[in-house]
């Protein structure tokens, strides 16, 4: 509530792992093919596997590419219908914001397009981070995270381009995986943080993730042992960040970056392993 005017929120809701990992922008037959490399019946993860590596870049980034240019096409068919109800300052800049996002996204779908045509897996940077156990979560987003792992702001924005790291979380039978990947000319931006994720401890990258993709990722999949652990207050917690929109996710995630900043100013005296009520790694 706020101000006394209710909210509307998307409640997380169970359904079948299969149908929560599902693209839907895809028809079968292409699905098939394009994932072949990583979807069932396919070998475990090689960090060492180009193909597997961009693929799990590819399927990140393409979801959301889908979502806006989804989201454009419904703006365009309401205009036809009703133009003059788009005059109001709040849509004009709906749309704006959806042009300049189409704009950051078409030369990264073109490079992918090309080396998936061409059957060749190159120019994308990939950071690998194995955990030695089997977590109860997995994740895919394409997002720009505005903070380190010691809470200094991440310039992702270039020339008013923002850059954005697909970032892939999964489980396999015994230990599990954290992929962050970018283009090879989006490096740079990215390159103090794999910097930093190459000396962190376990537990420090681990506290970091659950401090983000509460916030940053709306594709984020929980096995039902992860969520009935956490009782009704940490469940209502994580449902408000994951609903969480415009300034009131700026607000707070200056919140998250203050938080991180901390903990890495006590980094001596800072148990990592003890995260706060949204941990992901429990």
């Keep these: 509530m706020e101000k006394g005017e209710p909210a509307i929120i998307v409640q997380m809701s169970r359904t079948s792992a299969n149908d929560a990992t599902t693209e839907t922008c895809f028809c079968d037959l292409h699905d098939n093919i394009v994932f072949a490399a990583i979807e069932k019946g396919a070998p475990d993860f ?10 799990y870049a590819y399927k990140a980034f393409i979801f959301e590419y889908y979502k806006q240019h989804t989201a454009m096409d419904i703006y365009k068919a309401c205009f036809k219908k009703n ?5 109001s300052p ?15 996204f078409e030369p990264i779908k073109s490079h992918f397009d090309k080396e998936i045509m061409s059957g060749t897996y190159n120019g994308v940077a990939t950071y690998v981070i194995k955990i030695p156990e089997k977590i109860k979560f997995a994740n895919y987003a394409y997002i720009a995270p505005d903070y380190d792992l010691n809470g200094k702001k991440i310039r992702h924005t270039v020339k008013g381009m923002m850059h954005r790291l697909a970032i892939t979380v999964f489980p396999e039978s015994t230990q599990s995986y954290i992929l962050l990947s970018c283009l090879e000319s989006e ?4 390159q103090r943080l794999f910097e930093q994720l190459n000396v962190a401890s376990i537990d420090k990258i681990k506290f970091y993730m659950s401090m983000v993709l509460p916030l940053y990722s709306e594709n984020i999949v929980m096995s039902p042992d992860l969520w009935d652990s ?5 469940k209502m917690a994580y449902t408000f960040y994951a609903n969480l929109t415009g300034r009131d996710a700026l607000l ?15 980094e001596s005296e800072f148990d990592y392993s003890k995260r706060g009520k949204i941990d992901l790694f429990s």
């Design 46 to 55: 090689d960090d060492l596997n180009e193909e597997m590596k961009f693929i």
């Design 83 to 87: 133009p003059v109800a788009f005059k």
């Design 90 to 104: 709040m849509m004009v800049g709906m749309y704006r914001m959806l042009q300049l996002k189409m704009r950051e």
């Design 187 to 190: 490096r740079p931006i990215y």
């Design 230 to 234: 956490w009782d009704e207050e940490v």
């Design 252 to 266: 707070y995630g200056k919140c998250i970056g203050m938080g991180i900043r901390n903990a890495a100013k006590k």
